[in-house]
């Protein structure tokens, strides 16, 4: 630990008497025992030692149970504070709080205890699991130990971010004296000095598969220490460890069959599940796109174009099963019951974008002579997971993303479940990219590395194949910047989404006169990253941690205000709110 002064807080008000209580062993339906010391499942840390390969099984087991009690969070507190969500009339006063920033009162989404439990029994796996155990040469838990480290990670990386500084341990309370101990209070930038050196010997380590097709439950430790040099101020660390996973990461893989003898390229940002998306949506709204939406985000690998999602908390279907989400039920209802909506914000950034239609010249295909049109369909994804619906002469709109619907959205009888929770997915992993890039490219004042960050945006042929390739027309395809999977043809537009002086200016000074500098390339990138995050990444739980930390690394307490107030909409900012966000002592959430 660095040696300047770090406050200290008891844990007792935090963590409760209760967590003198570790439960490993055993639990296999709920993390709630870890709560009560009467429990049957409850075993001390001095009855057991974690020595064996069933033991690693159970208890790594276990703590995922325990992620999925936060599941719900991750997504709710991220997301119902930022800009892309709206409350309605019919919204619980909890999520109205948390939407209002007005934390005074009790709240069901503010009880921190459930991430130390996450946290609480990683440090006792830790601690107890045998690493050198072996078989056949081989470290048989080291696997296990890898994945909590990455979990307690990304957990405690989730407390900081919404809690500002909270308390930091890494020894398991076993007892009540240990709960009742201070520990130093960290806030993102300091867990990350923390978490990072015990993150690095570990990343080349494959997570455990315990079930088929289920290796994704797990936080990917690589990228949870990329996300760490980023919220760190280290991009050149961020950049590097995001570009080598995208480069050497099987989940990265492009692999075409031999009859089209491309084989084992690394780093695609293809359409996968979703690839008619902009084609089948450009012309109308889909009423009933939860389902295609869904298997967009399928778990099962395709043996031609790998994971869209790359890490995942899977939740169960059934109460009787386990932990249930509901995120479903907060966003569709068939009878306009719903607690919360789309934006008019989300809206309105989604249809300020320009689809780009070419069409080639068949008769000179080598020439790639392309007509390109600019049309005016917006982005297509918002139409995509934004169900439009009417009942009792009434039209609504439902954020249809995070729900699986198993009948049609148009019939009577309905039942909505989240399947899956995304921590990772590919598109995230090119954008967290391309803003460690923009950054690192402000810090050196580098012109190419800025063009690399928009690329990665726009088309990211280029990033990965600098000189070129001899198969680029097949290459283009599959390579693709993030703004294509909504706008289509992006990667030949050769004035709109650009980086052009005049494009620059008005973006930035609504003047297209207006003489531009370095830095506003790069604060235009900047613009163009967050709006991408909001197009691609919307209801996954990472939105008001992707303002606060734009706004942290630009100086900006307004890039957050600004956005947050203006949820109805540009021309409806709430000024009061935008007042409360100018203070960023209220980004945070009271620790209770």
């Given at each position: 630990?660095?040696?300047k ?29 870890m ?38 969070r991750y997504?709710?507190l991220g997301e ?5 969500v ?6 619980k006063?909890?999520?109205r709080?948390?939407?209002?920033f ?11 205890r459930?991430y130390?439990a996450v946290?609480?029994n ?19 838990m ?8 990455g ?7 989730q ?22 101990k ?10 990350a000095?923390?978490?990072i050196?015990?993150l690095?010997?570990?990343i ?8 088929e097709?289920k ?6 430790l ?7 040099y980023?919220?760190?101020g280290?991009?050149?660390?961020a950049?590097e ?10 989940d ?10 491309l084989?084992n ?20 709204v889909i009423?009933e ?6 298997s ?32 479903a039920?907060?966003?569709?209802s068939?009878?306009n ?22 069409t080639?010249?068949?008769e000179n295909k ?10 005016a ?7 995509y ?10 039209t609504f ?18 039942n ?8 990772y997915?590919r598109?995230?992993?090119y ?15 580098s012109?190419s ?6 690329n990665?945006?726009?088309?990211a042929?280029k ?6 390739h001899?198969l680029?027309?097949?290459?283009q ?17 050769t004035?709109?989404y ?13 003047d297209?006169e ?21 197009m ?7 939105r ?5 930390r734009?706004?942290e ?10 956005r ?29």
């Amino acid at each position: 630990m660095n040696n300047k002064k770090i406050k200290t807080m008891k844990s007792k008000s935090i963590i409760g008497v209760a967590l003198a209580a570790i439960f490993t062993m055993g639990l296999t339906t709920s993390c709630e025992d870890m709560f009560n010391i009467e429990s049957s499942r409850v075993i001390y840390e001095e009855n057991h030692n974690l020595n064996s390969t069933a033991d690693s099984a159970y208890t790594t087991t276990g703590i995922l149970q325990c992620v999925r009690e936060i599941a719900d969070r991750y997504v709710l507190l991220g997301e119902v504070r930022g800009d892309l969500v709206d409350i309605n009339d019919l919204t619980k006063t909890s999520l109205r709080n948390l939407a209002e920033f007005n934390f005074e009162d009790d709240n069901e989404y503010l009880n921190i205890r459930d991430y130390y439990a996450v946290i609480n029994n990683c440090n006792y796996a830790l601690a107890k699991m045998d690493t050198t155990l072996a078989h056949n040469n081989e470290r048989v838990m080291i696997d296990e130990y890898a994945a909590i480290l990455g979990i307690r990670a990304w957990t405690y990386t989730q407390l900081a971010i919404n809690y500002g500084k909270v308390p930091y341990f890494t020894e398991p309370i076993t007892t009540v004296a240990d709960s009742e101990k201070e520990y130093p209070m960290l806030d993102i930038k300091e867990m990350a000095q923390e978490l990072i050196p015990q993150l690095i010997p570990y990343i080349d380590y494959e997570l455990p598969v315990f079930t088929e097709e289920k290796e994704q439950a797990y936080p990917i430790l690589q990228l949870v220490l990329a996300d760490l040099y980023l919220w760190s101020g280290d991009y050149a660390n961020a950049w590097e460890t995001y570009w080598d996973y995208m480069t050497t990461n099987k989940d990265f893989n492009l692999v075409y069959g031999k009859e089209n003898s491309l084989e084992n390229f690394r780093g695609y940002m293809g359409m996968n599940g979703a690839a008619t998306t902009a084609e089948q949506t450009l012309n109308g709204v889909i009423t009933e796109s939860t389902a295609a939406w869904f298997s967009y985000f399928s778990q099962i690998k395709s043996t031609t174009l790998g994971f869209e999602n790359l890490s995942f908390i899977t939740m169960e279907s059934s109460s009787a099963d386990g932990k249930v989400s509901e995120l479903a039920n907060l966003f569709i209802s068939l009878d306009n019951t719903h607690q919360l909506n789309a934006s008019a914000y989300l809206k309105e950034i989604s249809g300020a974008q320009s689809y780009i239609k070419a069409t080639v010249d068949k008769e000179n295909k080598k020439t790639k002579n392309y007509t390109i049109n600019v049309m005016a369909g917006g982005d297509q994804r918002y139409k995509y997971y934004n169900v439009t619906r009417s009942t009792d002469g009434k039209t609504f709109d439902l954020y249809a993303k995070m729900g699986n619907a198993s009948t049609s959205l148009t019939s009577g009888e309905i039942n909505y479940i989240t399947p899956q929770i995304n921590i990772y997915r590919r598109s995230i992993v090119y954008l967290r990219a391309a803003e460690a890039l923009n950054a690192l490219a402000k810090e050196q004042g580098s012109d190419s590395l800025a063009v690399m960050s928009f690329n990665l945006l726009k088309d990211a042929y280029k990033v990965f194949f600098p000189k070129g390739h001899v198969l680029e027309e097949e290459l283009q395809q599959a390579f693709i910047g993030v703004h294509g999977r909504g706008c289509g043809d992006v990667y030949l537009d050769t004035a709109v989404y650009v980086l052009k002086p005049n494009v620059i200016a008005q973006r930035l000074y609504n003047d297209p006169e207006q003489t531009v500098t370095f830095n506003d390339t790069i604060d235009y990138i900047d613009e163009l990253i967050i709006d991408e995050l909001a197009m691609e990444s919307a209801l996954e739980g990472n939105r008001f941690g992707d303002l606060i930390r734009f706004a942290e690394r630009r100086g900006e307490p307004e890039f957050l205000a600004k956005r947050v107030a203006s949820r109805k909409g540009k021309a409806h900012v709430d000024e009061d709110l935008y007042n409360k966000l100018m203070d960023k002592a209220n980004w945070y959430l009271p620790i209770k």
